[in-house]
């Protein structure tokens, strides 16, 4: 079976008329599919794996949003199904993201080692 | 190399990125070469083959639907169909039908199906090559 | 070794994500694989010569990548003076490179 890596690099874009990252939600349903499939968070994706992200409280006129988007939930449920989530240091660094700001069970790799990374899966999908 | 088959993935509305043309482009060059197609339309490229996109005029260049040619998307597509087919090989276009549903894009041109992520994972895994086309 | 067909679509200009695609190629190229760029839409922007950011295609070339730029888009801007050792070619081309045996396709 091909090893998939799926690069996130955009965030936030739509999430909240989704209620989830696309691009994420797209990989957790191949990974239920049986893909072999790993996730490279980098740029402003990094943020995904930011503990206690809050998009509640949203309404509009009486439409209220009661099922917001749960980023960092999303991530750590695709760890706990075995998806390997790597995160660029360096990105992550950049945004003021500090350990204790990241979620557990990620895997990070320095921006020189991303090529190694790519080297290391048959397919490379870069959203 | 003809006979081999390849999976693209779409994911830009039409009119909003290059993304859209240079895609139909490379899906034009591959069937023409006698490759069979998969695409997995995802978020916003279902839109690419609504039916009820219609030509309109250019009130700038002072010119009717008819003077403008005004292209289409779902005509284009539908274009890829014939050509697929006159060229005898296969063009599947899956529409993410959760992507559908969400944006009410649910009538198309005749080609394509709807479908979902294991459409797609099983045309990549069946195919010799596949290329992700984001949007931004 | 892997063959990498990478598709450039954005430029420095617009992009500054297209510097760490410039740094990506040059590190898969490190790494022994054999990597051709294959620059479109605004991608072809820095291969006018004369463009701000024509070394960057300048220092691919050195590197011994093959950088290729999709013809349509050159003919689209009114490119015409391209950095030497640019190839140009069509999508036909750009097929071709992705069926490529053992060949993964990285857009960008």
Redesign the interface.
């Known amino acids: 079976?091909?090893k998939i890596l799926n690069i996130v690099?955009?965030a936030y874009?739509?999430t909240i008329e989704?209620q989830d990252d696309?691009?994420l939600w797209?990989t957790h349903?191949?990974k239920n599919?049986?893909?072999d499939i790993s996730v490279l968070l980098?740029?402003n994706a990094v943020n995904y794996a930011c503990k206690g992200q809050d998009a509640s409280g949203l309404s509009f006129g009486d439409a209220k949003m009661t099922h917001p988007p749960e980023i960092d939930k999303d991530v750590e449920k695709m760890i706990e199904k075995g998806v390997s989530i790597y995160v660029v240091e360096e990105d992550a660094r950049e945004r003021g993201l500090g350990d204790d700001d990241l979620l557990a069970g990620l895997r990070r790799i320095k921006?020189?080692g991303?090529?190694?990374l790519?080297?290391e899966?048959?397919?490379?999908?870069?959203? | 190399m003809a006979g081999k088959t390849i999976t693209v993935a779409i994911m830009d509305a039409p009119y909003e990125s290059a993304n859209s043309t240079t895609a139909l482009r490379i899906v034009q060059s591959a069937l023409a070469k006698g490759h069979n197609v998969n695409v997995f339309a995802y978020e916003g490229a279902v839109n690419l083959t609504m039916k009820a996109q219609a030509p309109h005029p250019n009130p700038v260049k002072g010119t009717s639907a008819e003077q403008e040619a005004h292209p289409t998307t779902k005509d284009w597509v539908a274009s890829l169909f014939k050509m697929a087919k006159d060229k005898g090989v296969k063009l599947d276009w899956v529409n993410c039908g959760l992507c559908v549903d969400e944006r009410g894009a649910g009538d198309w041109v005749e080609g394509p199906r709807r479908g979902g992520p294991k459409d797609f994972l099983d045309a990549s895994n069946a195919s010799q090559a596949t290329l992700v086309i984001p949007t931004k | 070794m892997a063959k990498y067909l990478l598709i450039e679509s954005r430029d420095p200009f617009d992009s500054a994500d297209s510097q760490y695609f410039a740094e990506l190629i040059q590190g898969l190229a490190k790494r022994g694989n054999e990597a051709t760029v294959f620059l479109v839409q605004n991608g072809v922007l820095p291969v006018r010569k004369g463009s701000k950011y024509s070394t960057v295609i300048a220092d691919l070339v050195k590197s011994k990548i093959k950088v290729v730029a999709d013809r349509f888009s050159l003919k689209e801007r009114g490119i015409r003076q391209l950095v030497d050792g640019v190839d140009t070619a069509d999508t036909d081309r750009l097929v071709d490179l992705l069926v490529e045996p053992g060949t993964k396709a990285i857009w960008h």
Request: no cysteine; glycine share 6%; proline share 3%.
């Open positions: 079976m091909a690099e955009t874009r739509g989704e696309t691009v797209l349903m191949l599919a049986g893909a980098r740029a921006r020189q991303i090529p190694q790519i080297d899966h048959d397919q490379v999908w870069h959203w």
